[in-house]
């Protein structure tokens, strides 16, 4: 189970904010409470929908949560202004000498309105982060950072 430490916010504003659709969302720090939501998207969206992958599941949930565990590692959510319990869409990533974009999910619902192109704005990644998982959140992100460099997740776990 994720320890949710790195995800905890000793005070968590809620920003809210206008996508360009004219849609309000709002923006916070993730809490204990999203933990397990913010987990089980990471593994299912790296997993690919790939549900007989036992054993590929197992390491990445292995891997996920010592990323969640980690001190360096903050989780921005997306959630809706009314109801901050339905998330949206979320990033994780870790600052540094270099920025570090560990994913990005949003609900497929949700897509193509700017979400997660905000996301990562306010978690500052910018032009040149280094990603972890190949999938949906690399694509995204290689797409609007070609400068984005690849490493794995052991490598940086490591590190």
């Not at 593994?43 to 549900?51: D, I």
């Not at 193509?112 to 978690?123: D, F, K, S, V, W």
């Amino acid at each position: 189970m994720v320890s949710g430490r790195a995800m905890i916010a000793s005070r968590n504003p809620t920003v809210t904010h206008r996508l360009a659709n004219g849609r309000d969302v709002a923006f916070r720090f993730a809490t204990e409470d999203d933990q397990s939501y913010v987990a089980r998207t990471w593994v299912a969206s790296v997993a690919g929908g790939h549900a007989n992958l036992r054993h590929a599941m197992r390491e990445t949930n292995r891997q996920v949560d010592r990323l969640l565990d980690d001190r360096a590692t903050r989780v921005l959510v997306c959630c809706e202004p009314d109801d901050h319990r339905r998330i949206l869409g979320w990033i994780a990533s870790a600052g540094g000498v270099v920025a570090v974009l560990l994913y990005v999910n949003v609900r497929a619902e949700d897509r193509r309105q700017g979400i997660g192109a905000e996301l990562a704005r306010r978690a500052d990644v910018g032009d040149r982060p280094v990603f972890l998982f190949r999938g949906p959140s690399a694509d995204w992100m290689v797409a609007r950072h070609p400068k984005a460099v690849h490493m794995t997740a052991e490598e940086y776990l490591t590190a």
